[in-house]
Structure formats: structure tokens, C-alpha cells
């Protein structure tokens, strides 16, 4: 008898259907609507930056710049409204546009100069810190206006915070382009056997300063959305959240080595590890202890993600020409 393979975003989904069901069982707390609530909404950020950031990481690479990216792109959407004067909607794509440059630039070096990504990313993560601070003078700089700016974090649609559904939305459209285009199957094909992926005329190259690219645009967003959520922004605004949002893809079913990946898995990875933390809170457990459950639960999640790549490796690459390089005239 065949065995059935499930998704690992079913099997992951109904870990956390499970979760809810204990966690509401030792307290009625957590499952009201304003807790559930505020539980997504506190993982809007890394959901957002997670939908890009989950490219580099599939073809083998990682973006350690998330945290530096996302304060000096919050601080530019400043500048660009309050300081130049720019309607705010311009200043927001202008912001992007500047994420998406930083992040091909990542994606040069790495692709074109062969310099590990780790180390490029991490060297980024350094300057653009330093950018950060002499741009923002060092400051904490205030962002009460424009008023329809500050309502992308602040505001309400149908009851939900806006920033879920920019985190829905750019998670969904991520999830479409990994798993249902070519540019998606030549991610996976370059991240699981790149001589492989040559052979099938898929460009390495071209996949990773794309990949860079789109973690840099996703960063951007990341830094329009927590600037006007917390209406202010400062060069350390969102340190260390690049290994939240690892944390997050690693859990979703990432592979460490790269080759498989999901958005979704990634958004459920970050929810699943927001409701544990929240059930910490709940049950009062010392907040000195939420780091030692989050670690044992990423290397059980490293642990089954390795186990199954492993297993399915042999046919990982059962892709034909046309398919994963596309129509190449």
C-alpha cells in the first residue's frame, strides 16, 4: 500500500490546531478573538519579511540584512514624507524601489563575485546599520504624518489590523510565484542541484540576484509597515528580527541546505512559535524560560525537515526541461 505524503504545510497547520486545542484547554484565555488577534498581528512583520527573505534561503544563500533593511527603509520613507515633502504613496514605492537596488546589490556579490551570502549578508547588516544612523542623525525620529501613512499600521479593516492583510496578501502572491511559476521551479531546482539546474537551462546567476532583490523589496515593506505601526523609527528598530523570521522558515518546513521551502509554512512556522510564547505569557512562565521552548522546538523542526529532505531527495529533481527552464525561444 502506497503511503500518502501530505503537505508539510497540512501537517503543520494541524500541530498548530492541536496546540490551540491544549492551550485552551489549560486556559480559557487564549482562545478569544481579541488574543488570536493580537497573536497574528504581532507576527505581521516577520510574516512580511518571511514572503521574500524565503528566496535567498531556498537557493542555498541567507539574508542576514533583514533587521539593518528594514530600519534604514523605515527611516527613507521618513525622509521621503516628512523631511522632502513627497506624497506619501510615492514615498512609499520610491522606499521599495531603494530595498529592491540594496537587495540586487546583495545579490551581485553573491551571484556575480561568488562571496558566500553569509558573509555578504552579514557585512550588509553592518552598513546599513551605520547608513541608518547618519541618516536618522542617530535618533529616534517620530512618524505621526502623514495621517493616511500612519493608518497602514494603525488602522482597521472589518476588525483586523491592516497589517494582516498586507501580510496575507504579499505571503499569498509569494506562495503563487514559488509554487506555481517557472522563475518558483528554478528557485527550487537551483537551491536542490545547481549543475542539475545548468544542465536544464535555468541561469543561477539570474535566480539569485532576483531572489536578493525580492528580500530586499519584502524588507522595504517590512519597514513602511512597523514605521507607521509603532509610529516612530530608529536605526536598531528591528534588530535581531532576521532570526526570527529564519526561525519562522525553518519551522515552516525550510530546508537548512536549501532546494524546499514555503511561504505558507514560513507565516505558520511564525504563528506557531507566537502561540507557544503567548501560552508561556498566559500560563505566567518566566519570560527567561520562552527562549529555551523556542530553541528545543526549531531543532525538532531542523531535525524533521532534514529527515524528510533526505528521504525525498532521490526524486527532487524529477523535472524536465521545459519545465523548470521555461520557454526559452
Known amino acids: 500500500m502506497k503511503h500518502k505524503n501530505f503537505p508539510p504545510e497540512l501537517k503543520l497547520g494541524g500541530v498548530i490546531v492541536l496546540l490551540m486545542v491544549a492551550l485552551t484547554l489549560i486556559s480559557p484565555r487564549f482562545l478569544t478573538v481579541s ?66 537596488l540594496i537587495g540586487l546589490f546583495n545579490g551581485f556579490i553573491v551571484a556575480k563575485i561568488k562571496v558566500p551570502a553569509f558573509v555578504v549578508t552579514m557585512a550588509a547588516k553592518t552598513y546599513l546599520y551605520g547608513v541608518a544612523l547618519v541618516v536618522s542623525s542617530g535618533a529616534m525620529l517620530a512618524v505621526l504624518k502623514p495621517a493616511p501613512f500612519v493608518q497602514i499600521g494603525i488602522g482597521r479593516f472589518l476588525g483586523l489590523p491592516n497589517p494582516i492583510y498586507i501580510m496575507v496578501v504579499l505571503v499569498l502572491a509569494s506562495q503563487f510565484l514559488l509554487k506555481r511559476t517557472s522563475f518558483g521551479r528554478q ?98 512562565v518566566p519570560a527567561q524560560f520562552h527562549p529555551i521552548v523556542t530553541g528545543v522546538v526549531i531543532i525538532l523542526a531542523l531535525l524533521l525537515n532534514e529527515s524528510n529532505v533526505k528521504f525525498n531527495k532521490i526524486g527532487i529533481f524529477r523535472i524536465n526541461r521545459k519545465s523548470v527552464g521555461g520557454n526559452r525561444g
Open 35 to 100: 488574543n488570536l488577534t493580537n497573536v497574528v498581528w504581532s507576527v505581521c512583520i516577520i510574516g512580511i519579511l518571511s514572503s521574500g527573505a524565503i528566496y535567498p534561503r531556498i537557493t542555498g544563500g541567507i539574508d542576514l540584512s533583514l533587521g539593518s533593511m528594514v530600519a534604514l527603509t523605515g527611516i527613507i520613507a521618513d525622509l521621503f514624507m516628512n523631511h522632502m515633502n513627497l506624497n506619501w504613496l510615492v514615498a512609499i514605492v520610491l522606499t521599495v524601489v531603494i530595498g529592491g
Open 187 to 284: 528557485v527550487m531546482a537551483v537551491g536542490s542541484n545547481e549543475t542539475a539546474a545548468k544542465l536544464s537551462g535555468v541561469d543561477p546567476d539570474r535566480v539569485r540576484l532576483i531572489s536578493y532583490a525580492i528580500s530586499g523589496m519584502t524588507s522595504a515593506v517590512g519597514g513602511v509597515v512597523l514605521a507607521s505601526l509603532t509610529q516612530q523609527i530608529f536605526a536598531a528598530a528591528a534588530s535581531g528580527i532576521e532570526l526570527d523570521v529564519m526561525t519562522a522558515l525553518v519551522i515552516g518546513g525550510t530546508s537548512a541546505v536549501g532546494g524546499n521551502g514555503s511561504v505558507i509554512g514560513g507565516l505558520l512556522g511564525a504563528v506557531m512559535v507566537a502561540f507557544i510564547i503567548n501560552g508561556l505569557n498566559l500560563l505566567n
